[in-house]
């Protein structure tokens, strides 16, 4: 979205293409610590989901999902939040945290898929209004420093085979264009 060629992408994306996209973007949340990805993805998606949310004294009287309240009793069974703080979280804790708020989750790995099965689920979930697809990478496959990180895709152009990832971290690659 930050190039002529980007935009291109996105409109050759079409509506089908970019339902996730305009569902997510009026709740997109910028991780507030380094390790925060997937807090940050999960509330992201939830919040643009309309699933029950918490009302945090942030938001109070209304309901929202925000990353200060996200480590519900529940939420710290799976994985504290003193863990996240330190090492962040794996993609089966994701699904974990995100059923705790009652949210549907799957979590599905790389090596349980194919290149052409994974496009073909993930581009069908994004155009559907109600689904949501957020990945766990590795930011060294896309020539970027750091390890493991959540974001959501947010949109799929078939004819370049690429998708739109709402990077949580926004601040780190702000205008780069990959």
């Given at each position: ?29 910028t ?16 919040n643009?989901l ?16 925000v990353?200060?309240?996200f ?11 003193d863990t ?58 896309l ?21 739109l990832i709402l ?11 990959i």
């Open positions: 979205m930050n190039s002529t060629e980007g935009v291109k992408h996105f409109a050759s994306a079409g509506s089908g293409g970019t339902v996730a996209f305009w569902q997510l973007m009026q709740h997109l949340a991780q507030t610590t380094q390790s925060f990805c997937g807090v940050a993805t999960a509330c992201s998606a939830m643009a309309r699933i029950n949310a918490p009302v945090d004294p942030i938001y109070s009287p209304y309901a929202y999902f990353q200060s309240s480590f519900s009793d529940c939420v710290e069974k799976v994985v504290k939040r996240v703080l330190t090492m962040g979280m794996t993609l089966q804790q994701f699904a974990g945290a995100a059923t705790c708020w009652q949210a549907t989750a799957a979590a599905t790995h790389a090596e349980d898929s194919t290149v052409s099965g994974f496009t073909a689920a993930a581009s069908a979930a994004i155009g559907k209004a109600g689904l949501m697809v957020a990945i766990n990478f590795a930011r060294t496959g020539d970027q420093v750091g390890g493991g990180h959540f974001s959501p895709l947010a949109a799929y152009d078939a004819a370049s085979d690429r998708f990077d949580v971290a926004r601040y780190k690659y702000e205008g780069k264009n």
